[in-house]
């Protein structure tokens, strides 16, 4: 993923994104900002803790996005999730958009006590068939990670799901 990074920032700055200087006509147009509805996949197929792969719950839920940029490289706004809540989104290196909200309740343990988890998801615009980078898609794709708290219901290892996510744009 990284080498991805570092290749569209190399592409950004030749073409001109970057300094403002000489830009092209269709550089300086670019928006990366996202703004509609999206259908938010959460493939639980595919769900690994540890590096292990288990079965979770696929879980379907529709996103409203609302962002803005200052440039290429910078945009904030808000997701509002139909399942209840919402958090701020963030975008600062041109491509990967990144998403940080609280999950009360989320693990619950034998003596029926829970506790809370943190669910970072980071996601970027992608080729719907190949899943490469592709900016301007409507289609984004990348991972959800859930963690719980270290010493949760008596076991040292937190809890952590990551899984992949799917966000298809429907208006």
Excluded at 2 to 13: C, D, G, N, T
Excluded at 20 to 27: D, I
Excluded at 48 to 72: D, F, G, P
Aim: aromatic fraction near 8%; include cysteine; charge should be negative.
């Amino acid at each position: 993923m990284r080498s991805m990074s570092v290749a569209l920032s190399a592409a950004l700055a030749t073409a001109g994104v970057v300094g403002g200087v000489g830009m092209a006509p269709s550089a300086r147009a670019y928006n990366a900002a996202i703004n509609g509805t999206y259908t938010a996949t959460v493939v639980g197929e595919w769900a690994r803790t540890r590096q292990i792969y288990h079965q979770e719950a696929t879980v379907r839920s529709t996103w409203k996005i609302t962002t803005s940029c200052t440039n290429a490289y910078d945009c904030t706004g808000e997701v509002v999730s139909d399942q209840g809540w919402s958090a701020p989104v963030r975008m600062f290196d041109g491509l990967n958009w990144y998403l940080k909200r609280d999950i009360p309740n989320w693990e619950t343990c034998q003596d029926g006590t829970t506790h809370p988890a943190t669910d970072y998801i980071m996601f970027y615009p992608a080729d719907p068939v190949t899943g490469v980078n592709k900016l301007g898609s409507p289609v984004f794709r990348g991972d959800d990670r859930t963690i719980g708290p270290a010493g949760a219901c008596n076991n040292n290892l937190p809890l952590d799901i990551e899984q992949p996510i799917r966000l298809d744009q429907i208006n």
